[in-house]
């Protein structure tokens, strides 16, 4: 079993910061992708940011120059830095993760979502 545990959600005023931070544990033989991805009232799910275990990152084009994902693959972390947050930032945002199995397959997890909010 794969936990995901996601941290730093809240409210915060438009122009402000927010670092979310996720931590897997458990069985984990090696993480390949680590994304972030989140759902506003009444839209999809739509992918914010990625890392490759390589450390190639892939950003939305909403949220370019303004979002910066980093991860720490000793401690199995990944980390999204928002600065510049604007109203249209707010949603749930969910860790995803790619993990490689030993013999095969690439199962993928999900965190349980934090909620970020940007309001005056």
């Known amino acids: 079993q794969v936990q995901l545990v996601e941290s730093g959600g809240g409210l915060v005023q438009p122009g402000g910061s927010l670092r979310l931070s996720c931590a897997a544990s458990?069985?984990?033989?090696?993480?390949?992708?680590m994304d972030w991805y989140r759902q506003a009232p009444g839209k999809e799910r739509e992918l914010v940011a990625a890392?490759?275990?390589?450390?190639?990152?892939k950003y939305a084009d909403s949220v370019k120059g303004r979002f910066s994902i980093s991860r720490d693959n000793a401690k199995n972390t990944v980390t999204l830095q928002m600065n510049s947050l604007k109203s249209e930032d707010t949603a749930v945002y969910y860790c995803?993760?790619?993990?490689?199995?030993?013999?095969?397959?690439?199962?993928?997890?999900w965190g349980q979502g934090t909620q970020v909010t940007v309001s005056s």
């Open positions: 995803h993760i790619i993990l490689s199995l030993p013999l095969g397959g690439e199962p993928g997890y």
């Open positions: 458990g069985t984990i033989f090696r993480i390949n992708a």
């Open positions: 890392i490759t275990s390589g450390g190639a990152t």
